[in-house]
């Protein structure tokens, strides 16, 4: 039972994303409660101020979908009403370990994605 327990704990685990948020701007702004709207290219008709850098990494499990969820959420909390998706990166990722006289390969399969938290001005 335990083991039963532990796997599904660890699968649920895999389908998160995690975020994180690096400022850009000094000005604390207050958690955003709407819904943060989502620009997959830079918009130039719009007036706006950069609040900071969100870049989220998921797994296998996660998807695209997951992945914007997770940057809406980090941005809300920093005072962003708004996010830029910059890039994202979906492949995978390469480890190499020695093991005795030769080397162990391995790898998984992970995503990431880059976006700027920004305020719209009203």
Do not use: H, W
């Not at 649920?12 to 948020?21: D, G, H, I, Q």
């Not at 390469?94 to 006289?101: M, P, R, S, V």
């Amino acid at each position: 039972m335990k083991k039963l327990l532990m796997l599904s704990f660890s699968v649920v685990l895999m389908n998160c994303a995690s975020s994180n948020f690096t400022t850009t701007n000094d000005t604390k702004y207050p958690e955003f409660k709407g819904a943060v709207k989502v620009f997959f290219n830079e918009v130039e008709d719009l007036e706006y101020i950069q609040v900071g850098i969100i870049s989220a990494e998921g797994t296998l499990f996660g998807d695209d979908v997951e992945m914007i969820k997770t940057l809406q959420k980090k941005a809300a909390k920093n005072g962003a009403n708004a996010i830029i998706i910059m890039s994202a990166f979906s492949g995978t990722k390469i480890k190499t370990q020695e093991k005795g006289e030769g080397i162990l390969f391995s790898g998984n399969d992970e995503r990431k994605m880059l976006a700027v938290a920004i305020r719209i001005n009203s």
